[in-house]
């Protein structure tokens, strides 16, 4: 065999040095590209993240708002009931604790009011649990019955009011 015959047999596995510099180079923009990408993804999710919050927070404002109407009228309820009776007491305590959740929300907001769910499921695991259960019961029950007058309305039900 030739010595020219040798090295053609020799080289004949790798490509020749241009390409290989093409190689290097691709894959280093493939690694730029990938990064670009994670890095963009990272600043998304934290902007997501932020948003979420920020409207969390939000709701929770408006929920507190909406919390201390109801026991303002609750309270003017009980102010004007007849003296001294059970049914004023009970709405009386009612806005009492409707202006406490109301102030706790408002200082607290929604990532302070996860975070004590949170502790309260970790302190008492089954107690957390019967209620979660219980609350979706009775949200079950509101959004069947809900349902239910809904179908009620859009059917055209013509019967005459009982009265």
């Known amino acids: 065999m030739t010595e ?9 596995g790798r490509p020749p040095d241009g390409s290989r510099g093409f190689a290097d180079t691709a894959r280093e923009q493939t690694r730029a590209v990938t990064d670009r990408a994670r890095d963009e993804a990272r600043h998304t999710a934290h902007d997501l993240r932020g948003r979420a919050a920020d409207e969390a927070d939000s709701q929770t404002h408006r929920t507190a708002d909406a919390v201390r109407q109801w026991a303002d009228d609750l309270a003017g309820l009980a102010a004007n009931a007849p ?3 059970q049914a004023k007491n009970l709405v009386a305590q009612a806005a009492d604790q409707g202006h406490r959740a109301a102030d706790y929300l408002d200082a607290h907001g929604f990532s302070g009011l996860v975070e004590d769910v949170q502790g309260f499921a970790r302190r008492r695991p089954a107690a957390f649990l019967g209620g979660a259960a219980l609350a979706g019961l009775a949200i079950g029950r509101l959004v069947r019955a809900g349902r239910a007058e809904g179908d ?3 059917q055209g039900d013509t019967r005459e009011p009982e009265v």
């Open 152 to 154: 009620g309305d859009a």
């Open 4 to 12: 020219a015959a040798y090295a053609d047999t020799r080289s004949a």
């Open 83 to 85: 003296a001294e009776s």
